[in-house]
Every structure is written in structure tokens, then in C-alpha cells.
């Protein structure tokens, strides 16, 4: 289980629509048919609540916001928060998307440069997450707290890092019933991480508040928010909670799925060939709009995200009674959504472990069930980041993939590793070669 979750699950939930598992006298059903997974977290998702082992490994971090909080808290919050995710705004934020992506790729050449061989002969071997990582974070850094140069985004990277690598002990003592005070490697350096992460928002909240005038970036936007049906603003503790969320939801999801994306490439030089075309056809400084014309980019991720889904499991509690089919689950258990498995289940996707972007194509979409995919979640509690991270994924590809190839250090996919989100385990190592001489 600390190695990752994912291989202790039973193999019936890549056949079955239904199975339930005991450990340590818990019950916990794995809800894997797409009517079973609508009726559950659309149709009764009033009778759900956060799972317990979810809210140990987070909530000392992002407190109760939108991703921890339940109930009407977090509605107030969700509602609250809701329009700055909308299309509009989205699209506001493409010019620092393309900023933070272009850092990346002068990054990279600088680095090339700085060795002598700027051109086709580099062989520089890099793991890719911690640079996309570092992509998507600048991305974040910038879409919410726009020109505030004093957050240092390397240490709180790294914090955010440190904390998040030993949430899976957390996970595994809850599950044991273990008190929250009991100790685990990593335990000391994740409360420091919290503390620094949480001041360092703060800090930045009240610098922002001192400045007089919101702006027009996410903390701008959020500093001005008001609940549309009780009017009230949200307090400084769930700006805290908020961006923090944000920052922990936003930034390795998105990473994950640019770097199995390119890492899939790899293995795919005519899908790759494609999304050349369609980002060429885009021409030079594309407005914004013009994202829209990368269908088949967007495909690509799509599946991508199918086979790897950065968020490969959803994780619930019944609160009450919850019926699926003739199948009843009595209040305070466990019920779970395994994406991953979802996504490569036999009966739903023909030659289930196979890249082919073409199954994204709109007929086809069209015609499979909307619960059969759910990298994004679904129901009220879907991801409110979905259009910004499709979108970031797009901006991103389309600003690297015609400046380099990049070629895997070892043949064989890296095999997956479940920490909260699904990493190529070992890290994603690949040689970055430019495709021109600069
Ligand atoms: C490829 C990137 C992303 C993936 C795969 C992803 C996936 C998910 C999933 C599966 C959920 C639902 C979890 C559940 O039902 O328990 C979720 C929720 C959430 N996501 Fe994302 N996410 C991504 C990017 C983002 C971004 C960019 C942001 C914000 C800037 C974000 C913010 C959130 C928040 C706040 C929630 C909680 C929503 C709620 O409970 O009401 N995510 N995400």
C-alpha cells in the first residue's frame, strides 16, 4: 500500500462494475460501472462526504477549502470561487501561460548554451516532472499572485514536495487507525513545510491587501469574491485554504500530464507529427482563440490522461445510505472511484491498454458513456481547474514540442506510482534536443 495504492486493489475492478474489499474489518466498495459512478457521486452526492484518510493527508495543509471542506461551507466556497474558472477568464490567463512556458524553454537552451552545444549533439539527460513541475508552478505563480516577486517559488516548491511525500504515511496510519500525532518518516518535515507554505501565503495575501487594489489576477479576483446568494466575501483563513488548493491541485496534476504526454509522444513519432502540423498551422504569436484549432493536440492529452490519469482515484464516505442498483452501502463507509482502473476497464474501452488518440475524435465521444472517463471527476464536486488545465496543457505543448524532441532514457514506460496523483515511478528521465540549431 505505500508503494502504491494502485496494485492493492483486487484485479475484479478492471471486470466487474461492483467489488467490496474489507481491511481491518472496514468496508470499502470499488464503484466501477459508469451508471453505478453517476448514481453515486451525481445522483446522491448530498449523502457523500470527504473521506476521512484523505482529509489526514491534506487537511493540515489546505485547511477547509473547496478540495477539504464539505457541506455548506463548502458550497459558499465553491460558489464563491466558481467564476474565475469560467472559459473568459480562462482565456485572460493565456498571455501567462505562454510567458511561463517560453521561461521553460529559454531555460533549457540556456542551459544547452552553458554547455557548449546548443544544437542537435546536446545529450543532456533531464527528468522531466520536476521540470514540468516547475512549469506548471510558474504557470500557477503567475495566473494567481501575477507580479509578486517576493514568493520564492523554488523553496515553496520544494515544501509543497516535501509535504506531499509523506502524505502516503498518512494515508496508511489512518487507514490503520493510528492516532494523528503517531510519528512517520517525513512527518517533522511535512509540519515544517505546512507552516512555512501557509505563512508564505499569508505574507503574500497581506502584502496584496496593503497594495490598495486587488488586481485582476486569481487572488485579485478572489480578494474581491462575493458568495452570489449571501453576498459575503471570503474570509483571510479561506484565502489561505483556497490558494493553497489551488497551488497543491493545480500544479502536479498538470505537470503529470504533460510529462506522460510527452513521454507517450516519444513512443508515437506520428501522433507527434500530427500536433506539429496542427501547432505550425497555428502560425506565429497565435491569439488566444486560436487554441481552439488544436483539436488533435487536445485528444492526445485526452487519452493520455486516460491511460495516466493524474488524479487516478476518487475517494468518498457515505454519510448516509447510498443504494447502487440492488446493491445498498449502509452510512460510513467507504466508496471509490478507481480512475485508473475506470479508464482501462475490459468491458468499457476496446484494447483498453492501447494509445489511440482517434478515440477522443467527437463521434466517438459522442457515443461513450460520459461516466466511462473521468479524469476531471464528475458531479458538483467535478474539478473547478478542468478549462484551465486543458488549456495550460495546450499552451505548454505548443510553446515546447516545436522547439525539441525529446527522446526517453530507456525504452520501456516507467511503471506507475500512486502519491495522491499517479507518478512515473523512478522520475520521467529524457534527453531534450533542440530541433534546430540556435
Ligand atoms: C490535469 C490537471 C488536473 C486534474 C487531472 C485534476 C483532477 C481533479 C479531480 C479528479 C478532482 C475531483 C476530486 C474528487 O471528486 O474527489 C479535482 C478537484 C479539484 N481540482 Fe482539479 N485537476 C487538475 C487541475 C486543476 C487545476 C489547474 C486546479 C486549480 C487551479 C484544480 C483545482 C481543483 C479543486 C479546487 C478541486 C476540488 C473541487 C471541489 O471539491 O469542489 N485542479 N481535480
Known amino acids: 500500500m505505500l508503494r502504491s495504492l494502485i496494485e492493492a486493489w483486487p484485479d475484479e475492478v478492471y471486470t466487474r462494475p461492483l467489488v467490496t474489499t474489507r481491511f481491518l474489518g472496514q468496508r470499502t466498495t470499488y464503484v466501477c460501472a459508469p451508471g453505478h459512478i453517476r448514481s453515486l457521486i451525481v445522483d446522491q452526492a448530498g449523502a457523500l462526504e470527504r473521506e476521512p484518510f484523505m482529509l489526514r493527508a491534506l487537511a493540515p495543509a489546505l ?17 464563491t470561487a466558481a467564476p ?34 546548443a544544437d542537435a549533439r546536446f545529450d543532456g539527460e ?68 505546512v507552516r512555512y507554505l501557509r505563512s508564505e501565503v499569508a505574507r503574500t495575501v497581506e502584502r496584496r491587501r496593503s497594495r490598495g487594489e486587488p488586481g485582476a489576477d486569481l487572488l485579485g479576483l478572489l480578494l474581491q469574491a462575493k458568495d452570489p446568494e449571501t453576498g459575503e466575501r471570503l474570509s483571510d483563513e479561506s484565502l489561505i485554504d483556497n ?61 493520455v490522461m486516460r491511460l495516466y490519469p493524474p488524479a487516478p482515484l476518487i475517494v468518498r464516505r457515505t454519510a448516509e445510505e447510498v443504494r447502487l442498483g440492488d446493491t445498498v452501502i449502509p452510512a460510513g463507509e467507504s466508496v471509490h472511484v478507481p480512475v485508473y482502473a475506470l479508464h482501462r476497464h475490459q ?7 492501447v494509445f489511440d488518440p482517434d478515440r477522443f475524435a467527437p463521434e466517438l ?20 481547474g478542468m478549462g484551465l488545465a486543458l488549456t495550460e496543457c495546450l499552451v505548454i505543448l505548443a510553446t515546447l514540442l516545436p522547439a525539441f524532441r525529446f527522446v526517453p532514457a530507456k525504452a520501456e514506460m516507467p511503471a506507475t506510482q500512486f502519491r495522491v496523483t499517479l507518478r512515473p515511478k523512478g522520475g520521467m528521465k529524457m534527453k531534450v534536443v533542440p530541433r534546430h540549431a540556435h
Open 365 to 384: 465521444t459522442a457515443s461513450r458513456d460520459r461516466y466511462a472517463y473521468l479524469p476531471f471527476g464528475a458531479g458538483p464536486r467535478v474539478c473547478i
Open 347 to 353: 468491458s468499457l474501452w476496446d484494447r483498453p491498454d
Open 63 to 79: 485547511g477547509s477549502g473547496i478540495l477539504t471542506a464539505d457541506g455548506p461551507h463548502w458550497r459558499g466556497q465553491r460558489r
Open 126 to 193: 533531464r527528468d522531466i516532472l520536476p521540470e514540468m513541475m516547475r512549469t506548471t508552478f510558474d504557470v500557477i505563480v503567475a495566473t494567481m499572485v501575477s507580479g509578486d516577486s517576493q514568493l520564492k517559488v523554488e523553496p515553496f516548491g520544494r515544501a509543497i514536495d516535501a509535504y506531499l511525500g509523506q502524505t502516503p504515511w498518512k494515508i496508511a496510519l489512518s487507514m490503520l487507525r493510528a492516532p494523528a500525532w503517531m510519528p512517520h518518516p517525513g512527518a517533522r518535515a511535512g509540519a515544517r513545510a
Open 243 to 303: 490558494l493553497l488548493t489551488f497551488v497543491a491541485a493545480g500544479h502536479e496534476t498538470t505537470a503529470l500530464a504533460l510529462t506522460w504526454t510527452l513521454r507517450v509522444l516519444a513512443d508515437h513519432p506520428a501522433v507527434e507529427a500530427r500536433i506539429l502540423d496542427e501547432i505550425a498551422g497555428l502560425g506565429a504569436d497565435p491569439a488566444p482563440e486560436a487554441l481552439d484549432r488544436l483539436a488533435f493536440t487536445r485528444q492526445v492529452v485526452l487519452e
Open 84 to 117: 474565475m474558472f469560467r472559459p473568459d477568464r480562462v482565456r485572460a490567463f493565456i498571455p501567462a501561460m505562454a510567458e511561463a512556458a517560453h521561461a521553460t524553454r529559454l531555460r533549457w537552451l540556456g542551459q544547452m548554451s552553458a554547455h557548449g552545444s
